[in-house]
């Protein structure tokens, strides 16, 4: 018999023996599994840096490896492009929810990839604000209920989910945009792929990326992580459609 | 023949590996951890592939594969 090998080993991106503090069925946890992944496929494990924008995300820096700092409310694309340009070699990454990059921090999030700034944009679109315990977001579904839209959103008074990589696909500088999930094996190993791109494109230097999941809050969705599955796919999915919004590295030949 | 582990101090008890595995080798266990949650367990081990789906979409890296 052939001898056994190991063929999927927990990345060193994450604190060995360390237990995330996110929720059942959260995935916040996978997508930190996959930056180390990406990360340590690359070799870059040890010049990664990561700046954490204020939500459940925060939960993070008592799991990750890499160095970091945590930004004020919104604040990661104008940390982030300080840091990346004063260590242009460090591979500099943002990670942030839909509260943090596109409410509070619109401005910066806007300006940043305007700039074409050479850092890696993580965004986590769970549609809602998960840390604060479930309050509106500007990507908060049509009807969908929060604590602050008790009666579901209504556009006439809250106005209408907000597609942040349509918008930014508007903007001339940005190198990479693409929208992924982590419902299934096949989905984590695609937005695996796709946050490894984005690094390549930055180690390249190449500009801005962006890569947009769209998830859960299987604990202020009020579903079980199973049942959560199902709205993602059934609702989110369909406001937020999962694909390349642009590619610039793919036009080259 | 292939082979997962599971750390269970660290398993969530989401389900996930549990419908992904193409194999139907892992149940949620009737056993807590330390935090409380039922955790998952491997079954029928002879029928496992080693195709890792468990692995890929557990958000918690408790599972590691070997084939
Ligand atoms: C300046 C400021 N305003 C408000 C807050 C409260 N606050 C903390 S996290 C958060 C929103 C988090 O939502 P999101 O970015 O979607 O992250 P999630 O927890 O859903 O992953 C808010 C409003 C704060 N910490 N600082
Ligand atoms: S509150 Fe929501 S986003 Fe935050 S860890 Fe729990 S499930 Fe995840
Ligand atoms: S490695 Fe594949 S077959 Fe084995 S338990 Fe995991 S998902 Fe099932
Ligand atoms: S996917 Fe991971 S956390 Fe979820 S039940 Fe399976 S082993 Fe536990
Ligand atoms: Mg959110």
């Not at chain 1, 929060?146 to 907000?162: L, V």
């Amino acid at each position: 018999m052939a001898e056994e090998k190991k063929v999927y080993t927990r990345t060193k991106g994450i604190i060995e023996g360390a237990v995330s503090g996110f929720c059942p069925g959260c995935m916040h946890s996978t997508i930190h599994k996959i930056i180390g992944e990406a990360a340590e496929e690359l070799g870059q494990l040890d010049n990664l840096v990561r700046v954490e924008g204020v939500g459940c995300c925060g939960l993070g820096q008592f799991y990750v490896t890499c160095d970091e700092t945590i930004a004020a409310h919104g604040r990661a694309g104008a940390v982030a492009t300080g840091i990346k340009r004063s260590s242009p070699n460090s591979l500099v990454y943002t990670y942030q929810g839909d509260g943090d990059l596109a409410a509070i921090g619109l401005a910066e999030t806007m300006s940043a990839a305007n700039r074409g700034e050479n850092f890696t944009v993580i965004f986590v679109n769970n549609g809602i604000y998960g840390m604060t315990g479930g309050q509106m977001a500007p990507t908060t579904l049509v009807g969908m209920k929060s604590t602050t839209t008790p009666g579901g959103r209504n556009p006439e008074e809250h106005g209408y989910p907000m597609h942040m990589s349509e918008i930014l696909n508007q903007l001339t500088a940005p190198y990479y945009i693409e929208r992924v999930s982590c419902d299934t094996p096949q989905h984590v190993i695609a937005a695996r792929k796709a946050i490894k791109k984005a690094f390549q494109y930055q180690l390249d230097g190449k500009g801005y990326s962006i890569v947009e999941i769209v998830t859960s809050c299987p604990t202020n969705w009020g579903l079980d992580p199973l049942k959560s599955l199902d709205f993602l796919r059934e609702k989110m999915f369909e406001e937020y459609p999962l694909g390349v919004f642009r590619d610039e590295g793919k036009k080259l030949k | 023949m292939a082979r997962i582990e599971i750390t269970t101090e660290a398993c969530k008890s989401c389900s996930y590996c549990v419908i992904s595995c193409p194999k139907q080798c892992i149940e949620i266990s009737d056993k807590v951890n330390s935090k409380g949650y039922l955790y998952a367990a491997s079954v029928r081990p002879e029928d496992c592939i080693g195709c890792a789906m468990c692995a890929q979409i557990c958000p918690e890296s408790a599972i590691e594969v070997w084939r």
